[in-house]
């Protein structure tokens, strides 16, 4: 019984920053590991970062590393994806997601997802 809200997608030029947000709700562990996917438009979803419930642990894909940095509010509930230097091929539909073993990057270990939020990056 978990609820995702995602914001702060948008439409933004090559070498860009953005900002993702995701809001939780619901029954959420304390033990939950929360992170980012995305599905570019006719591709499968694909693991994009997590972090652990502390905040202290993340991971990344190798396509995130170095431009993109997740980030944890306890207090809110929030988890956010800072990415910077964007590149038209991060275009896609970025998803939160709840409730996953810590080190997977599979999609069909989530339990709970966003509805997403559609970040389009231009040339």
């Known amino acids: 019984q978990v609820q995702l809200v995602e914001s702060g997608g948008g439409l933004v030029q090559a070498g860009d920053s953005l900002r993702v947000s995701c809001a939780a709700s619901?029954?959420?562990?304390?033990?939950?590991?929360m992170g980012w996917f995305r599905q570019p438009l006719g591709k499968g979803r694909e693991f994009v970062a997590a972090?652990?419930?502390?905040?202290?642990?993340?991971y990344y894909a190798d396509s995130a590393k170095g431009r993109f940095t997740i980030s944890r509010d306890i207090a809110k509930n929030t988890v956010t994806l800072q990415m910077n230097s964007l590149k038209p091929e991060d275009t896609a539909m970025y998803y939160c997601?709840?409730?996953?073993?810590?080190?997977?990057?599979?999609?069909?270990?989530?339990?709970?997802w966003g509805k997403g939020t559609l970040v389009t990056v231009s040339s």
């Open positions: 619901g029954r959420t562990f304390s033990g939950d590991t």
């Open positions: 997601a709840g409730q996953f073993t810590y080190g997977s990057r599979s999609p069909s270990s989530v339990r709970y």
């Open positions: 972090i652990s419930w502390t905040g202290f642990s993340t």
